[in-house]
Nanobody, 114 residues
Framework: VQLQASGGGLVHAGGSLRLSCATS????????MAWYRQAPGKQREFVAF???????NYADTVKGRFTISRDNAKKLMYLQMSSLKPEDTAVYYC?????????WGQGTQVTVSS
């Protein structure tokens, strides 16, 4: 299983970005996909997750501003980020969890300028 995150970039505060995570390999029907982020000097933190049936949950810090979604047929996951803040600056990673194994993508940089 491989994951490839993309869509990061530089945006002004208040702006929007959409991240994508493409998956390949043996993806089973029952799985959980998630976004995490890691800011410089900080630990990696949870952002949002979405399970196979579309149910999702968010960290309090992004609730109401970010939307996670997935296209199971295309093996893609998205993170629509709006009302971005400088504190959202981080490397964003996607993760797939299935059959007790976690798979990580390589990360994409999001920088929000004030």
């Amino acid at each position: 299983v491989q994951l490839q995150a993309s869509g990061g970039g530089l945006v002004h505060a208040g702006g929007s970005l959409r991240l994508s995570c493409a998956t390949s390999g043996s993806i089973f029907g029952a799985n959980v996909m998630a976004w995490y982020r890691q800011a410089p000097g900080k630990q990696r933190e949870f952002v949002a997750f979405i399970i196979s049936n579309g149910a999702a949950n968010y960290a309090d810090t992004v609730k109401g501003r970010f939307t996670i979604s997935r296209d199971n047929a295309k093996k893609l996951m998205y993170l629509q980020m709006s009302s971005l803040k400088p504190e959202d600056t981080a490397v964003y990673y996607c993760k797939l969890s299935q059959r007790s194994v976690d798979y990580w993508g390589q990360g994409t940089q999001v920088t929000v300028s004030s």
